[in-house]
């Protein structure tokens, strides 16, 4: 009987993800109208549960990208946005919450359906952006934009002002989860916004533009394009894009930092990194197991925190590798639009193929593949969580960014400090002990920019609304992320506006004129 609704509850929601798509347009957004992207992609997007046709991708053609932009530079000059009361602008950002509130169920499913994340995941995220809008609309009301301070000679203002047209490439992992918080928080600070989606993952995308369109935001202050590194590399080259955000791999990171350079532009990065779980021989075991399980779970193990290097106090190697393996066997793999489903498949072919050939290298590198885990059969892009001894920590110091992890063995502190930050960049760091005062003193020593102490979990809201911001270190990103407030401090510049005094110049002294020119006599 329980079979039996599990299949009766996958088929309500494969009919309506039917009824979803059947009068689904994949739409541009542009200067408040939606239109259809020009160009047909020769990639087709598919779906990962069993590899069934969706769509092609979509592009979008130079004409409308040089209109988008052109409208949100009228949109910064004009102030037509920045000028509005503050009070008008949370009212749009309220109706927006409305609106995405609205959505959030509907693009549960297409991100389940464009990711491969499980559904019940995917409408969690999606079903908590309204909250964010509203506390957009809060920040708006409490935020001081301008600042005034009594000077030597004066009043001085300190003004938070947009640097103009701000760009927002998508990921494909967490499509909405991911530039909501970005986009809100750079419309609250003035600035208009132009988002570009993944080619991978832009169906859930269409319903953030329509929830703005239909709060009645004026046209230009958000826009959506479609298309893929094509049409990210001509906004983010075009001198009237101000300022950029970007969340993906290090290889287009690093196309981005380039172009950003030529033109001295903003540049926010979040890119990932080899993360490590170091479990210390105090660990609580059962809190370690849950950890190492999320760590290589969530998201399919496609999230720029997950784990990929599992270091193991020698004392508990064996116990906690036996756990976690007996752990991993009870998973439940199926189709990301199944409820009961706890993992789903790789997003698309490419990343798929590209675990496997990972997997494949650590291997040549004398590594044993150990996985627990049953795999649904067909055509789908499903991998089981992977862990891989006997090789060396320095065989997984890039990103594989699916569900596979190195296991090492440690004996000391200052060991596994070394093998953890053999790694060029690392977004996160999790240690597991039961000394709290002995895991912030080692986390000081890693060179990640956050550490998290017994849990792996995606957000690190660890002081509500007092949430400081946190740097990217290395090559795990660039600038300062964190809440909606530090994100406003990126979409916008500080200007000192002030006076410095009557300044008079004296004119300098006449200077004494010493004749060196040779004479006879000096010869004499």
């Not at 003004?159 to 989860?177: K, M, T």
């Not at 190697?317 to 998973?331: A, N």
């Not at 006997?390 to 090492?408: K, L, N, R």
Request: with cysteine; glycine share 10%.
């Amino acid at each position: 009987n329980a079979e039996y609704m599990g299949e009766l509850g996958r088929g309500v929601v494969i009919m309506a993800l039917d009824e979803l798509l059947s009068g689904f347009e994949l739409l541009n957004y542009i200067d408040g109208q939606f239109c259809v992207p020009s160009i047909q992609r020769p990639v087709e997007l598919r779906n990962p549960n069993t590899g069934a046709f969706i769509m092609n991708q979509v592009s979008t053609g130079d004409a409308d990208v040089e209109r988008c932009v052109l409208a949100a530079e009228r949109v910064h000059k004009t102030r037509l946005w920045f000028n509005l009361p503050r009070e008008t602008k949370a009212q749009y950002f309220q109706k927006i919450a409305e609106n995405i509130e609205k959505y959030s169920a509907d693009m549960g499913k297409l991100d389940s359906l464009n990711t491969g994340v499980v559904l019940s995941l995917t409408e969690a995220i999606n079903s908590s952006l309204s909250s964010t809008f509203l506390e957009a609309a809060k920040l708006l009301t409490t935020y001081e934009f301008t600042e005034h301070h009594d000077g030597k000679f004066g009043l001085v203002v300190s003004a938070r002002i947009p640097w103009g047209p701000a760009l927002i490439l998508s990921p494909w992992n967490v499509p909405a989860g991911t530039v909501v918080p970005k986009l809100a928080a750079a419309i609250a600070g003035g600035a208009p916004v132009i988002l570009k989606s993944s080619e991978w993952a832009p169906l859930s995308l269409v319903y953030v533009a329509k929830a703005i369109h239909e709060a009645g935001v004026p046209a230009g202050v958000f826009q959506l394009l479609h298309g893929g590194p094509e049409v990210g590399a001509k906004l983010v080259a075009d001198s009237r894009v101000k300022c950029v955000q970007f969340t993906g791999s290090k290889l287009s990171g690093e196309k981005v930092v380039q172009a950003c350079g030529a033109n001295f532009k903003p540049l926010l990065l979040e890119l990932g990194g080899s993360n490590p779980v170091i479990v210390q021989e105090d660990a609580d075991i059962e809190v370690a197991v849950q950890g190492i399980y999320n760590g290589i779970t969530l998201l399919n193990g496609q999230w720029c925190a997950g784990m990929s290097r599992l270091f193991i106090h020698e004392s508990l190697y064996d116990e906690i590798l036996k756990r976690v393996m007996e752990r991993l066997e009870t998973v439940q793999m199926g189709s990301s639009l199944d409820r009961e489903s706890q993992m789903g498949p790789m997003a698309h072919i490419v990343q798929y193929q590209g675990v496997k050939a990972a997997i494949a290298e650590l291997v040549e590198h004398g590594g044993q593949v150990l996985q627990t885990t049953a795999v649904p059969s067909g055509d789908g892009y499903f991998l089981p969580p992977t862990l891989v001894t006997g090789c060396e920590s320095f065989h997984m110091i890039h990103e594989v960014f699916g569900p596979v992890s190195t296991v090492h063995k440690f004996s000391s502190e200052e060991e596994v400090l070394e093998k953890v930050n053999e790694t060029p960049g690392m977004l996160m760091a999790y240690i597991f002990t039961t000394n709290p005062d002995r895991a912030r003193e080692l986390g000081c020593r890693i060179e990640s920019s956050m550490v998290m102490i017994n849990n792996v979990w995606f957000g690190f809201d660890i002081l509500g609304e007092k949430q400081p911001g946190f740097c990217y270190f290395g090559s795990s990103g660039l600038g300062e992320d964190g809440d909606l407030q530090t994100l406003v401090k990126f979409f916008c510049g500080s200007r000192l506006i002030g006076s410095n005094g009557h300044v008079t110049l004296t004119p300098p002294e006449p200077l004494e004129v010493v004749d060196r020119t040779p004479h006879a006599s000096d010869h004499s």
